[in-house]
């Protein structure tokens, strides 16, 4: 190797083979300049040789090798390395990757992991929820996968659940908090870049469908073939359960049914076997601006949603109940009585003794129908579903949500809402009561000053009244009287009348929304159960209590058939009167 002036590297030399018919290429070797490697600073190592490369790598092991079809790319590799490769076509540099950001929690250590394991055996759910989400390493492993929490057979904390729980609300809790996106950006931290919904369902999908190492078998194995009912209803209540997927012994979930229990239960086999099949829903639709008469739906499923029509003109349909789940059979038979429910003729020959003589054809939906346009059909199939015992749930407004008001969950929303109601219902009642004590102050002061004007020449005595009164003559703060009541011009007087004499003794009442009973209270009311326990949900118990009495004291308004009308037609926003409680 000759010496060239400073701008020349020397290169070792480069043997073509001209006989060769490949098109030869280039093996870079950079060595990085450290104190080490100072011996080999300003040498170019570019060889066509891979032997030769391969023997620089051996002396040097921070070295680097990398194959280039240039003879300039390979020269710019072996003088900087990964810093600046420039190709014909190139003449932007390479700009550095963004890192991946590493989440800030500790991994929990394998004695942790089994006390979290006994803690999720014994069903305790507020510990298990604190644990998760003070350490989201306890269910989402480094991998992004479900966290292992028993070794040897890979069993993660759904898998724990749906074996040894004898309570699905484990199971659900378990998938909640996985499949919830706020739970998802605490373990990754905060990034805009990051779609946390997206990774939600696929942590979520991960851990209904991994399989365990042993014999193959997915959450869903697991309660199916422990018989546990409940908790494969929570399982397969999610979209992204597979439903089908096979064992170690090429088995589904519905073939190894109550294959664990000591005990032979055809029904809870039965009833197992109906969930694992297809679920479907029976829908009531109703258009968002009420211009059409509402429907039942079609039966759907998760997999297979309600379909509508997309016409411009028509109004948008929306799904504002819904009945199930249940077995396909069992939604078209559900929606064919629901739709069409048994009728009585009363002038045939099987007419029965309670019809009147008239020719009549009685359908108790047809009747709700035009009595109560807001939630007949929901009234029919609430009823409808207590008798096939399935779930059942409706859209309220003022909760903004789907509930049951005849379960636990509906009830707690309504008592959390009433709660809020009673209490704006108080803060507006002391607002009347003080200005109803300022109203009697500013008329017994006007009394007073009137005496004075009788008498203008005493001016003692109007000292004496007005420091005995407290007033400071150089106020210039008025009260003004609340307005008068405002009548209904399409009621009847007699009946306003007594209507307000009656509200006046009663007090002030609270209602779901507004000033005045409309058409959802009455709905609201009809969907709740009598049997209401006064100490769990006090606040139900009392507005029902105002219902009932409003409810008794115009009979004829609610119990005869006329089940919406005058102020029940009103709206909020626009009261017919006020309410003052007595002085």
Known sequence: MSQTDNSLIQTPSINYNLDSQREPVFHAVYIPRDEENKSVEGSLHVYVDKVAALKIINEHKKGRLKTFKT???????????????????????????????????????????????KLIESGDIEAVRKIAWENPRYLVSSADTPAILQEGCRYNALHVAAKVSKTPQMCELILNIVGDPKFVKLFYGEDESKNYLNRAQILLDLYLNTPDKFLNETPL?????????????????????????????????????????????????????????????????????????????????????????????????????????????????????????????????????????????????????????EKGLERVGRDLASEYKVPWKEYWPFINDFADMRCNEGLKMLEKYLENRFKESIM????????????????NFQGQLEDHMAD???????????????????????????????????????????????????????YIDGNEPTKLDYAVYNAISTDINQKIYPNIYRWLHEMKVIMDHDERRFNKGTLVRRRLLLTPDKPRFQHFEKS
């Open 221 to 373: 194995h697991f309660a199916a073939k422990f018989g546990l009912k409940e908790v494969v209803r929570v399982l397969v209540s999610y979209p992204q359960c597979v439903k089908t997927l096979r064992n170690k012994y090429q088995q589904t979930p519905a073939e190894i049914t109550c294959s664990r229990r000591f005990s032979e239960d055809e029904t809870l086999k039965r009833e197992i076997r109906n969930l694992l099949e297809d679920q479907y829903y029976v829908p009531v639709l109703r258009s968002e601006d009420n211009t059409l008469q509402p429907s039942i739906g079609e039966p759907f499923s998760p997999t297979s949603p309600p379909q509508f029509k997309l016409d411009p003109i028509s109004p948008i349909l929306e799904v504002k109940a819904f009945a199930g789940p249940m077995t396909k059979s069992q939604a078209m038979e559900f929606r064919r009585k629901w739709k069409t429910p048994p009728r009585i003729i009363c002038n045939g020959p099987n007419r029965r003794e309670n019809c009147s003589g008239e020719p009549f054809m009685h359908s108790p939906v047809a009747a709700l129908r035009l009595q109560d346009t």
């Open 456 to 510: 203008p020449f005493n001016e003692t005595d109007l000292c004496k009244q007005l420091e005995s009164l407290n007033v400071d003559d150089d106020s210039e703060e008025f009260f003004t009287p609340p307005s008068s009541p405002i009548l209904d011009p399409f009621s009847d007087t007699e009946d306003s009348e007594d209507e307000d004499m009656y509200l006046a003794e009663e007090g002030l009442a609270t």
């Open 71 to 117: 003879r300039a790319e390979a020269e710019s590799f072996a003088r900087n390395g990964n810093q600046q490769i420039l190709s014909r076509s190139q003449t932007v540099p390479l700009l550095p990757l963004p890192e991946e950001k590493t989440n800030t929690f500790k991994g929990p250590k394998p004695q942790d992991l089994v006390v979290f394991r």
């Open 428 to 443: 507006i009642a002391e607002e009347l009561k003080r200005d109803q004590e300022l109203l009697k102050y500013d008329k």
